[in-house]
């Protein structure tokens, strides 16, 4: 191994549906990170691994920080912080279709001490050439204002891989001289049965509105494979908070149930690379982003 091999952690930090967990995927290469419309889709910090000829980057995806309503919010924003204590970069996440505001003022005074912070301008497919100058500009003065010291400013597009590479590149800089520190040949340390509950939960919330997808979150019951076969038995419970939304998630005569098994099954034969059965079932967790008990029970624990 060449002694400059590099190896390190660097977090991926921004506001609610800012394109982390898209980034996240882009660098990979792989999809490792449930991504949709809604704000704070991820719930658990997530690594992706990058190991290349001389690093490896452990990327690690955290929930969107926000002024939290519920106490899955609040243990949300714990879990960022905890995660950003042992980091070796961290890289910010400002959307070019969307404003600075008063949340990216709050994630930048919790990064006081790390050392080597970018920012990257995300979804610049969305934004026209004025409108990217103007949001570069905008930027500069949020550093200025701010106080805080920048390596590099870049924007992307994480869908069309535009500049991600040179995104790579330059956050490679801030990892110290290293070993590898995971195996070469996985690309997350996320659980197995943790990725299917994400894909479940992925499916379940596609096409929900309002605060209907933040009620929604998914458990294993039963997990195995079939001797000799490469087939998988997955029996999974669904969870909202109230009857009504239990009403939505089956929809008529199941036919949304149905639909949202096909298309998490669709994810989950993918990602196992074999063949399953999948079995949901809804339940009705009354509250549970606001009880403790119910919070523990899910595996959001302080």
């Known amino acids: 191994m060449s002694e400059e091999h590099r190896a390190g952690f660097v977090a991926v930090i921004g506001r ?56 899955l919010g609040t243990r949300l924003n714990a879990m960022v912080q905890e995660n950003l204590e042992s980091v070796d970069a961290a890289l910010l996440c400002l959307p070019a279709d969307e404003a600075i505001g008063a949340g990216d003022e709050y994630i930048v005074k919790q990064l006081g001490h790390i050392r080597h912070l970018y920012i990257t301008v995300t979804k610049v497919d969305t934004a026209k050439n004025d409108d990217l100058i103007s949001k570069l500009v905008e930027i500069s003065n ?15 597009s994480a869908k069309n891989l ?8 330059l ?7 290293s070993p590898s520190l995971y195996p070469e040949d996985i690309d997350t340390d996320q659980a197995a049965e943790l990725h299917i509950t994400e894909l ?9 509105y309002e605060e209907l997808p933040h009620s929604v979150t998914v458990t294993i019951d039963e997990m195995s494979k079939r001797e000799g076969k490469n087939f998988y038995d997955i029996h999974a419970t669904i969870h909202v908070e109230r009857d009504s939304q239990k009403s939505i ?6 036919s949304r149930l149905k639909d949202i098994g096909v298309r998490a099954r669709a994810g989950i034969e ?19 982003q606001r009880d403790p008990k119910a919070l523990a029970r899910l595996g959001f624990t302080e």
Request: hydrophobic fraction near 40%.
């Open 142 to 156: 949020f550093v200025s204002k701010t106080g805080i010291t920048v390596q590099e400013i870049v924007p992307i």
């Open 162 to 169: 535009e500049q991600t590479d040179l995104l790579l590149g």
């Open 200 to 208: 479940i939960r992925e499916a379940a919330i596609q096409d929900l």
């Open 249 to 254: 998630i089956i929809g008529p005569q199941g």
């Open 171 to 177: 956050l490679v800089k801030s990892l110290p001289v």
């Open 16 to 71: 609610p549906n800012v394109g982390k967990s898209t980034l996240v995927n882009a660098l990979v290469g792989k999809k490792i990170v449930i991504t949709s419309p809604h704000p704070n889709t991820t719930r658990n910090p997530i690594r992706g691994i990058i190991s290349r000829s001389g690093f490896q980057m452990i990327l690690v995806d955290t929930p969107g920080i926000h002024k939290p309503k519920t106490l």
């Open 270 to 288: 993918t990602f196992l690379d074999g063949k399953s059965y999948l079995g949901l079932h809804v339940k009705v967790s009354k509250e549970w």
